[in-house]
Nanobody
Framework: QVQLVESGGGLVQPGGSLRLSCAAS????????MGWYRQAPGKQRELVAS???????NYADFVKGRFTISRDNADNTVALQMNTLKPEDTGIYYC?????????WGQGTQVTVSS
């Protein structure tokens, strides 16, 4: 079993920054990939960014140039640095990890961008 615990969400003004962190209960190199998804009210969950075991990253077009995904191998954590936040970035952000065909999810952390 895999446990993922997110932290770092909160309320921020437009143009501000937040850093999300996801702590995994296993060595992150056991995962084929890890990533962040988000779900806004009334919308489907969507991919924000991911990083694979080789270190390659992938970003949704709507966050390119603003968000950065990274990992800390020593702490088994994956972080999402979010800059220049917009109101449309509001939602619950979920950490995700994948091993072969299995997917694991954290409980989510709320991000609210509002003045």
């Amino acid at each position: 079993q895999v446990q993922l615990v997110e932290s770092g969400g909160g309320l921020v003004q437009p143009g501000g920054s937040l850093r999300l962190s996801c702590a995994a209960s296993r060595n992150i190199f056991e995962f084929n990939s890890m990533g962040w998804y988000r779900q806004a009210p009334g919308k489907q969950r969507e991919l924000v960014a991911s990083i694979n075991v080789g270190g390659s990253t992938n970003y949704a077009d709507f966050v390119k140039g603003r968000f950065t995904i990274s990992r800390d191998n020593a702490d088994n954590t994956v972080a999402l640095q979010m800059n220049t936040l917009k109101p449309e970035d509001t939602g619950i952000y979920y950490c995700n990890s994948r091993i072969l065909r299995y997917a694991f999810w954290g409980q989510g952390t709320q991000v609210t961008v509002s003045s």
